[in-house]
C-alpha cells in the first residue's frame, strides 16, 4: 500500500475524523482504558492515533502520552482536541508504524485503535510494538475484523474466505488506503508469533449507519450506489457477519471490533 495514498486520504478528511462518533466516542476507547487499568507513571505511545480519541482517553490516567500518526493534518487534529480539552501531557509525533522512531524498552503501554487494517505489513508493525514496550509493558490493541471461523461460525472455510475478500474490497473501495483487516484468530497468532502474550480478548459490534460511514472518507453518489448494493446482495456468510438492515429509511450495518490485550514477557 503507498503511504502517500494514506496520507492524501486522511489528510483530505482530518476534521471529520476528531468528530466521527465512531472513534470521538466508540465503545472500545473505555473499554481499553477499563482493561488495561493505566498506572499514574506509565509513558505511553498511541501509533496511528487519527484525531487522538484514544491517547486523550488514557492521558488522565499516566504520565505522559505520544500520539503518533504517519498524516500530519491528524496530528494537528490531535493537537487541537488535546488543546480544547486542557490537557497538557500529550505531544505529537510523527511516525510510521512499521517503522517507530523510539528507543527499545521506551514505553509502559502502546496502543492503537482502529488503524493497522491501513498498515501494509502488520507483521512488522507488531514487531515495532514488542521493540519499543518495556519488559512487563502493555500492547492494547482495538481494530475492525474480516469474518472467520471465531467470529462468524456456521460456514465452510471457502465462504469465509470468499466473505473476508469482499468485506475487505467494500472497505477499499470505500477508502483506497485501507489495506486489510484480519480476523481474530489471525491476531492473536501474530502477537503472539511477535513475542507478546494474550491476555484478553473480546469482540465489540458496531452499529454502523452506511452514509456517514461512506462519506467520511468522501465515496461519490455512484459510490455509494455501488456499495450500498453489495452490502444488500452479499453472499449468505458476508451478511451473518455485516447484518445489513434498514431502519427508518437509512441503511445500518454492523461492523465488527477485536480488542486485545497482550503483555511483553519480563525476560
Ligand atoms: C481511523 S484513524 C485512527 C483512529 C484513532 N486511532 C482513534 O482511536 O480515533 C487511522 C489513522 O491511521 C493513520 N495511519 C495509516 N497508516 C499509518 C502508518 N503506516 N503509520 C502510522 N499511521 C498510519 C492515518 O493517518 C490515520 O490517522
Redesign the pocket.
Same mark, same amino acid.
Given at each position: 500500500m503507498n503511504?502517500s495514498l &494514506?496520507?492524501e486520504q +486522511?489528510g483530505a478528511h482530518a476534521a471529520a475524523?476528531a468528530t466521527s462518533t465512531v472513534?470521538a466516542k466508540g465503545a472500545s476507547l473505555a473499554r481499553l482504558v477499563e482493561l488495561v487499568r493505566p498506572e499514574k507513571h506509565w509513558h505511553v505511545l498511541d &501509533?496511528?492515533?487519527?484525531?487522538g480519541?484514544?491517547a486523550l482517553a488514557f492521558a488522565p490516567h499516566v504520565a505522559d502520552v505520544i500520539a503518533s !500518526?504517519?498524516?500530519e493534518k491528524?496530528l494537528e487534529q490531535a493537537a487541537k482536541l488535546a488543546a480544547a480539552k486542557g490537557i497538557t501531557n500529550i505531544e505529537t509525533a510523527q511516525? !510510521?508504524?512499521?517503522a517507530l522512531p523510539f528507543a527499545e524498552a521506551r514505553f509502559d503501554l502502546v496502543t492503537c485503535?482502529?488503524?493497522p487494517h491501513? +498498515?501494509p505489513d502488520i507483521p512488522t508493525f507488531v514487531s515495532e510494538v514488542e521493540r519499543v514496550l518495556k519488559p512487563g509493558g502493555t500492547f492494547a490493541l482495538a481494530d475492525n475484523i474480516e469474518p472467520d471461523a471465531e467470529s462468524t461460525p456456521g460456514f465452510v472455510p471457502i465462504q469465509l474466505r470468499d466473505a473476508a475478500l469482499l468485506y475487505n474490497s467494500v472497505e477499499k473501495i470505500r477508502d483506497p488506503s485501507h489495506s486489510r483487516c484480519l480476523g481474530m484468530t489471525e491476531w492473536s497468532e501474530l502477537i503472539e508469533d511477535a513475542g507478546l502474550r494474550v491476555l484478553h480478548k473480546e469482540r465489540t459490534p458496531k452499529e454502523m449507519e452506511f452514509e456517514p460511514w461512506a462519506t467520511r472518507m468522501g465515496c461519490n453518489a455512484a459510490t455509494l450506489e455501488r456499495l450500498r448494493s453489495i452490502l444488500l446482495e452479499a453472499s449468505r456468510a458476508l451478511q451473518a457477519f455485516l447484518k445489513p438492515r434498514t431502519s427508518n429509511d437509512a441503511l445500518w450495518f454492523t461492523l465488527d471490533e477485536a480488542i486485545i490485550i497482550a503483555r511483553k514477557p519480563v525476560a
Open positions: 503511504k &494514506v496520507q +486522511f475524523y472513534h &501509533v496511528a492515533t487519527g484525531a480519541h484514544t !500518526d504517519l498524516t491528524m511516525a !510510521d508504524a512499521e485503535r482502529i488503524a491501513h +498498515f
